[in-house]
Structure formats: C-alpha cells, structure tokens
C-alpha cells in the first residue's frame, strides 16, 4: 500500500490551494482516508476524514475553510484548503483507514504518505 500526497508549495495569505493523494494498492471502495497536518515543533493535526461511503468529517476548527473529496475511480483524495492563514503552515499527509471508517485519531490510520509542504506567508 502506497499513499502520495502532492500540491503543497508556497502560497499567500488569503490564497486557496488544492492538495491530492493518491493511493495504490488498496481497493476502491473499502477503505476511508484523512488527512492531517504538522507544524513545526507541533503535534500531528486532524484535519479532515472520508469514509468508504464518502462522508466527511472535519476538525471543528477547519470545517468550513477546508473541504475534503474523493475520486474512487481514480484512487484519488483531495483537500482544498481556502482563505489560507500563516498558521496553516504545515507539513500536510494523507493517510488511509483499512477498515472504511477513519476517526480523528492519527494510530488508528493503518498506511501514510510522506507529506507535502504547504507554507503560508503574510
């Protein structure tokens, strides 16, 4: 099972930007995702969730400015991220659930990706 998260990059205050996450090895349809952030000298994040059924979930602190979706077809996850604010710099990773049903807890996600780098400037 490989996870790859991509589209981080340098972006200002105020910006939106999209991150994707492929996955491989794991078979449509049976597993739900989600998607964290760590910021330097900060513990790891929740942002967000998608279960096998496609429902999301978010942290109470980002519903509303971020939003996650899925393309089954493509093995395929997104998080777009709007009204972007220095604070939401971070090393951002998109991993998978086996079972379909993610929580907002990053030990019971079972494989993870490397991460991409969203920085933020003011």
């Known amino acids: 099972v490989q996870l790859q998260a991509s589209g981080g990059g340098l972006v200002q205050t105020g910006d939106s930007l999209t991150l994707s996450c492929v996955v491989s090895?794991?078979?449509?349809?049976?597993?739900?995702l989600g998607w964290f952030r760590q910021a330097p000298e900060k513990d790891r994040e929740f942002i967000g969730g998608?279960?096998?059924?496609?429902?999301?979930f978010y942290a109470d602190s980002l519903k509303g400015r971020f939003s996650i979706s899925r393309d089954s077809a493509k093995n395929m996850m997104y998080l777009q991220m709007n009204s972007l604010k220095p604070e939401d710099t971070a090393l951002y990773y998109c991993?998978?659930?086996?079972?379909?049903?993610?929580?907002?807890?990053?030990?019971?996600?079972?494989?993870w990706g490397q991460g991409t780098l969203v920085t933020v400037s003011s």
């Open positions: 998608i279960t096998r059924r496609d429902e999301t």
């Open positions: 991993a998978a659930d086996s079972t379909g049903w993610p929580t907002r807890y990053a030990r019971t996600y079972d494989h």
């Open positions: 090895g794991l078979t449509s349809g049976t597993y739900g």
